[in-house]
């Protein structure tokens, strides 16, 4: 029997429901991705939040087939979101990635398609090495990105024929800023549905979001709980935690809820959709129960004024890092 789906949506520009809190799959291992999905599915997740360069749609999409079999919802009450990588943005190579994607996940169509950075890199073969990752050749003595000079045009074009062939429902984007979307709105037949950026307190993008509200694009924040999620891997320190900020604690023990509830409440009273990320089964309750409680408007205003402008994932320091190749795109 279907469980009640327990997330509020969204309405696209699209006309279609999109589920405010989804299941996040980056970082998410391998051996533990098929049984978290369905995990995630018997807690009350609908939405799923996946991408080529997580590497691990083959497992996820066996846990989505065991969702489907086991009877917990039907493919029409999943949102499935995947993205298309850097080295994908040609418009040959779009199709050949959705499709690789749709085979690995075990789907006939996504509910949303997005750019998943204005990154552009040189193609790399499926048969060389799939995901493709950031370096064009790991193993050369001095490895590096090998950028690839493709107008977003291009790419936003081959996406808006994936839905016209009714292989993705909705596209969008991720990690773009407002100056790149007003220029995509400019020449694109179908607007994007969709963005997804980073969004927590410590980076509250107001003008962002009022741009998309006004344009009509709803907005998923990634690492909804900021530096959580970088702490492994050395892209954050413990000091910068939102989670242990006097002002959060505060709010929270006013509202009998954990730190992390309270910050995700605080993105969702924002009109925001999120993706929060968990290895633990026994925090998938704890990140849907967030819609019996309510923040005020002081509290709301007081988590705002947290905002650093702190950006954890910022291509501009990893990709020189981690990468050996200076990529900004913020800037």
């Not at 980056?26 to 999905?37: G, I, M, P, Q, Y």
């Not at 045009?153 to 790149?180: C, H, P, Q, R, Y």
């Not at 849907?288 to 910022?314: G, K, P, W, Y």
Request: aromatic share 10%; with cysteine.
């Amino acid at each position: 029997m279907s469980q009640q789906n327990l997330t509020q949506d969204l309405t696209l520009n699209s006309g279609r429901r999109f589920p405010s809190i989804g299941f996040g799959l980056w970082k998410v291992e391998r051996n533990v991705a098929a049984d978290l999905v369905v995990a995630a599915a018997k807690a009350g997740f609908r939405h799923f939040d996946s991408a080529s360069d997580y590497g691990n749609e083959v497992e996820s999409g066996a846990g989505l087939q065991r969702v489907l079999q086991q009877g917990i919802c039907t493919r029409e009450q999943l949102w499935v979101t995947s993205k298309l990588w850097n080295t994908y943005h040609r418009a040959k190579h779009v199709r050949s990635a959705l499709t690789r994607t749709l085979h690995d996940l075990q789907l006939d169509y996504l509910d949303l398609y997005l750019i998943h950075f204005p990154v552009t890199l040189e193609f790399v073969p499926f048969e060389t090495r799939y995901p493709a990752g950031w370096f064009h050749d790991p193993d050369a003595e001095h490895p590096v990105m090998k950028p690839d000079r493709v107008p977003v045009s291009e790419t936003w074009g081959a996406m808006e024929d994936l839905v016209k062939e009714g292989l993705v429902k909705d596209i969008g984007v991720s990690n773009f800023g407002v100056s790149l979307l007003r220029d995509l709105i400019s020449y694109a037949s179908i607007t994007p549905s969709v963005l997804q950026v980073e969004l927590h307190p410590y980076l509250a993008q107001p003008k962002l979001l009022r741009f998309c509200s006004e344009s009509g694009i709803a907005v998923t924040g990634f690492s909804p709980l900021g530096a959580q999620s970088y702490f492994s891997l050395g892209m954050a320190s413990q000091s910068e935690s939102v989670l242990a900020d006097p002002v959060v604690l505060k709010i929270a023990q006013r509202c009998q809820r954990t730190p992390a509830q309270t910050v995700m409440r605080w993105a969702l009273q924002r009109g925001t959709a999120i993706v929060p990320k968990t290895s633990r089964p026994d925090r998938l309750q704890e990140n849907l129960s967030l819609f019996d409680f309510e923040l005020t408007e002081q509290e709301m205003q007081a988590i705002t004024a947290l905002d650093r402008n702190r950006r954890f994932n910022d291509p501009g320091d990893f990709c020189e890092k981690a990468f050996n190749t200076f990529y900004p795109i913020y800037e």
